[in-house]
């Protein structure tokens, strides 16, 4: 099993980003993907997460209205478009799957990939 994030970089504030995730050895169509993020110093937090399938989202309440997440069945990915990014979306971020169910809580996870860099500047 493999996932493997995509999409960060560098933007101003106000700009946007889409982050994909590419699942390998499991399928979106079975398995919840959350995106988290760690900034420096601080935990790892949730931010989105969708039930398999394209089931039902969550969002972290501070990028609600501004992210969005979605599935691909076909390309065994998942997205999340973050639009209005701030200076505080600034971290490292992390797709995970979980056969479970969608969550917002880490330690759920089973499989992880290795993070993409976000970073906003003002």
């Known amino acids: 099993v493999q996932l493997v994030e995509s999409g960060g970089g560098l933007v101003h504030a106000g700009e946007t980003l889409t982050l994909s995730c590419l699942l390998s050895?499991?399928?979106?169509?079975?398995?919840?993907v959350g995106w988290f993020r760690q900034a420096p110093g601080k935990e790892r937090e949730g931010v989105s997460c969708?039930?398999?399938?394209?089931?039902?989202?969550y969002y972290e309440a501070s990028v609600k209205g501004r992210f969005t997440i979605s599935s691909d069945n076909a390309k065994n990915t998942v997205y999340l478009q973050m639009n209005g990014l701030e200076p505080e979306d600034t971290a490292v971020y992390y797709c995970?799957?979980?056969?479970?169910?969608?969550?917002?809580?880490?330690?759920?996870?089973?499989?992880w990939g290795q993070g993409t860099q976000v970073t906003v500047s003002s």
């Open positions: 995970a799957a979980d056969s479970v169910g969608a969550t917002m809580l880490a330690s759920e996870y089973e499989y």
């Open positions: 050895g499991i399928r979106v169509e079975d398995y919840a």
């Open positions: 969708i039930g398999p399938n394209n089931g039902t989202a």
